[in-house]
């Protein structure tokens, strides 16, 4: 089954660090590619997605993500993390159906 | 302007009783989506809805679970005879035209729905 596989369920980096968060895909035809961001208590919001227009992303709060289709990889970035920046992040696929499958999602979280 | 409301926020049920989620979309959105999301998982998709008119219902995991969107704005999710195994974070999301893949969906904040 075409899928997103997140690599790595947390992530801990220190304020200022680079954040890079991995997440693959598997997938026969180019797919439309999506990272979303969870706060607690609050519904999923859109950091950004690839829909084939270019490969590199660009999204909110700073993050951006590049489409490697010889790696099948769009791995998220930050150059500098925030401590606002912890949250849950999700990778999600859609491809001819209309519903988002998402990976496992990566626990983001921002040391002092 | 408002986005996707989601009532209740919270729901606790005992098993066998029936239980109703409702789902209010960001107003003129068309498409609207329902996902289940269990602890620790990413949310997985159940059904959706172009205007009223239920598109794919792949998703739901048995006939105990029903979703309708009747004047194709406010939708409600019911689960008949609840089971522990149903408890979980149930999200909804809506999206504003029904064509293209890659449009943004944009989510609500949940319904958590425990079963004892």
């Known amino acids: 089954a075409q899928s997103v596989t997140q690599l790595g369920s947390h992530v801990s980096v220190s304020e200022g660090a680079l954040v890079l968060l991995r997440c693959n895909y598997s997938s026969s035809v180019p797919p439309y590619l999506f990272w979303y961001v969870q706060y607690p208590n609050q519904g999923l919001q859109l950091l950004l997605k690839?829909?084939?227009?270019?490969?590199l992303v660009k999204g909110i709060n700073g993050f951006e993500a590049e489409f490697k289709k010889s790696e099948t990889s769009f791995h998220l970035t930050k150059p500098s993390a925030h401590m606002s920046d912890a949250a849950e992040y999700f990778c999600?696929?859609?491809?001819?159906?209309?519903?988002?499958?998402f990976g496992s999602g990566t626990q983001l979280t921002v040391l002092p | 302007g408002a986005g996707v409301s989601q009532s209740p926020r919270y729901k606790v049920t005992k098993r066998g009783q029936d239980v109703a989620l409702r789902c209010d979309p960001i107003s003129g959105h068309v498409s609207l989506y329902w996902y289940r999301q269990a602890l620790g998982q990413g949310p997985e998709f159940l059904t959706y809805f172009n205007y009223e008119a239920q598109q794919d219902k792949s998703g739901l995991p048995n006939d105990r679970f029903s979703a309708e969107r009747p004047e194709g704005s406010i939708s409600t999710l019911t689960i008949q005879r609840t089971e522990q195994r149903d408890s979980a974070m149930y999200r909804c999301a809506s999206s504003p035209t029904g064509g293209a893949h890659h449009n943004e969906q944009f989510f609500g904040p949940g319904t958590r729905l425990t079963v004892l």
């Open positions: 999600a696929w859609t491809g001819s159906a209309r519903q988002l499958t």
């Open positions: 690839y829909t084939s227009a270019a490969t």
